[in-house]
């Protein structure tokens, strides 16, 4: 009779140490669960291969990035890398960053997504600046997704309003010359697709394909001189050689409608433009898409500027006496 008590005590003690222990485990489990979490201390590195510095090119990196950061602050980092214009670079890039092994690889133009294709088909890859992905990849039965691990966003301007650009401002004109690198195949399909709507238009079109920027000058004087109007493509090597086209064609007279406004401030008259900032903004939250909510890019839908407008280059006009329509709006100069 004299234990029972002591039995009692101890068992009321007993309860009380497991209702703390299980009292102070609960109030610790929440911080415990949260730095076990693999997404709150999860960092990120991202490779990024731009085929060439170029203004529209270089915005969308910068776009890119500032989607990125703004989401992830300091947990993702860049390795950016710039292959100069030449494509074997690329590559090399590509090849790095596999054996680095990042989280996602960003491809800006067409010839860097082409080397990150041939480099890695399991990590997540974005291209941007990159006009016809069907083209681009080798896709036959292009539908807007890829089925692999790449998507992106798209430049291509609507080239069926370009096409009734060049007929606004040009209706009398009869020969329309397409200059455009032989290299780049996303320009040989613009090329092939406003060619078919300037025909309907009753426009007779030649193309004239240059190497690299070597023979370029010497391509571009026989175009000028055949040609009442050229049409330059979003072509990488034109960007980066707009002064030696207008040297060419600004004493010669013919005028130029370009793909994007990079060239149509180097030598064009006018453009249907995109923000190339913005289009690289896109690609950078569909890369945050990937790399924190798991989606899979081969299921994510190649997307494009969800603007155009028509701009104009504002001294070009005036030198080769064009008119330009009150709803065009004058390029910035720098």
Same mark, same amino acid.
């Given at each position: 009779?004299?234990?029972?008590?002591?039995?009692?005590?101890?068992?009321?003690?007993?309860?009380?140490?497991?209702?703390?222990?299980?009292?102070?485990?609960?109030?610790?489990?929440?911080?415990?669960?949260?730095?076990?979490?693999?997404?709150?201390?999860?960092?990120?590195?991202?490779?990024?291969?731009?085929?060439?510095?170029?203004?529209?090119?270089?915005?969308?990196?910068?776009?890119?990035?500032?989607?990125?950061?703004?989401?992830? +602050?300091?947990?993702?980092?860049?390795?950016?890398?710039?292959? !100069?214009? #030449?494509?074997? @670079?690329? *590559? %090399?890039? =590509?090849?790095?960053?596999?054996?680095?092994?990042?989280?996602?690889?960003?491809?800006?133009?067409?010839?860097?997504?082409?080397?990150?294709?041939?480099?890695?088909?399991?990590?997540?890859?974005?291209?941007?600046?990159?006009?016809?992905?069907?083209?681009?990849?080798?896709?036959?039965?292009?539908?807007?997704?890829?089925?692999?691990?790449?998507?992106?966003?798209?430049?291509?301007?609507?080239?069926?309003?370009?096409?009734?650009?060049?007929?606004?401002?040009?209706?009398?004109?009869?020969?329309?010359?397409?200059?455009?690198?032989?290299?780049?195949?996303?320009?040989?399909?613009?090329?092939?697709?406003?060619?078919?709507?300037?025909?309907?238009? +009753?426009?007779?079109?030649?193309?004239?394909?240059?190497?690299? !920027?070597? #023979?370029?000058? @010497?391509? *571009? %004087?026989? =175009?000028?001189?055949?040609?009442?109007?050229?049409?330059?493509?979003?072509?990488?090597?034109?960007?980066?050689?707009?002064?030696?086209?207008?040297?060419?064609?600004?004493?010669?007279?013919?005028?130029?409608?370009?793909?994007?406004?990079?060239?149509?401030?180097?030598?064009?008259?006018?453009?249907?433009?995109?923000?190339?900032?913005?289009?690289?903004?896109?690609?950078?939250?569909?890369?945050?898409?990937?790399?924190?909510?798991?989606?899979?890019?081969?299921?994510?839908?190649?997307?494009?500027?969800?603007?155009?407008?028509?701009?104009?280059?504002?001294?070009?006009?005036?030198?080769?006496?064009?008119?330009?329509?009150?709803?065009?709006?004058?390029?910035?100069?720098?």
């Amino acid at each position: 009779m004299k234990k029972k008590p002591v039995s009692l005590l101890l068992a009321a003690l007993m309860a009380l140490s497991l209702t703390a222990c299980g009292t102070a485990k609960t109030a610790e489990s929440p911080a415990a669960s949260l730095e076990a979490s693999p997404a709150a201390d999860k960092t990120y590195t991202v490779g990024i291969c731009q085929l060439v510095q170029h203004p529209a090119l270089d915005a969308a990196t910068q776009g890119f990035k500032d989607a990125l950061t703004e989401k992830l +602050g300091d947990k993702v980092t860049f390795d950016e890398q710039n292959a !100069s214009g #030449d494509v074997p @670079t690329c *590559a %090399t890039i =590509a090849n790095q960053f596999v054996s680095s092994n990042v989280d996602l690889i960003m491809a800006n133009a067409t010839p860097a997504l082409q080397a990150v294709q041939t480099a890695t088909s399991t990590i997540p890859v974005l291209g941007t600046s990159v006009t016809d992905y069907g083209t681009a990849l080798g896709i036959d039965d292009w539908a807007g997704t890829t089925g692999t691990n790449i998507s992106g966003t798209s430049d291509l301007a609507p080239l069926d309003q370009q096409a009734a650009m060049l007929k606004e401002l040009f209706p009398d004109a009869k020969n329309v010359g397409i200059l455009y690198c032989s290299a780049e195949p996303n320009s040989k399909y613009q090329s092939s697709v406003i060619t078919r709507l300037l025909n309907e238009m +009753g426009y007779t079109c030649k193309d004239y394909t240059f190497s690299d !920027s070597n #023979d370029l000058q @010497t391509v *571009a %004087t026989t =175009a000028a001189a055949e040609s009442d109007v050229i049409y330059l493509p979003t072509d990488n090597t034109v960007a980066s050689n707009t002064e030696i086209i207008k040297n060419v064609c600004v004493p010669a007279g013919v005028p130029i409608i370009a793909g994007e406004e990079g060239i149509c401030k180097g030598c064009g008259v006018a453009t249907l433009s995109i923000s190339y900032y913005d289009l690289g903004y896109a690609t950078g939250e569909m890369a945050y898409e990937i790399l924190v909510n798991g989606k899979d890019p081969g299921t994510m839908e190649v997307r494009y500027a969800p603007k155009f407008t028509k701009e104009y280059n504002a001294e070009i006009a005036q030198t080769l006496g064009v008119t330009i329509p009150s709803d065009y709006a004058a390029i910035k100069a720098e």
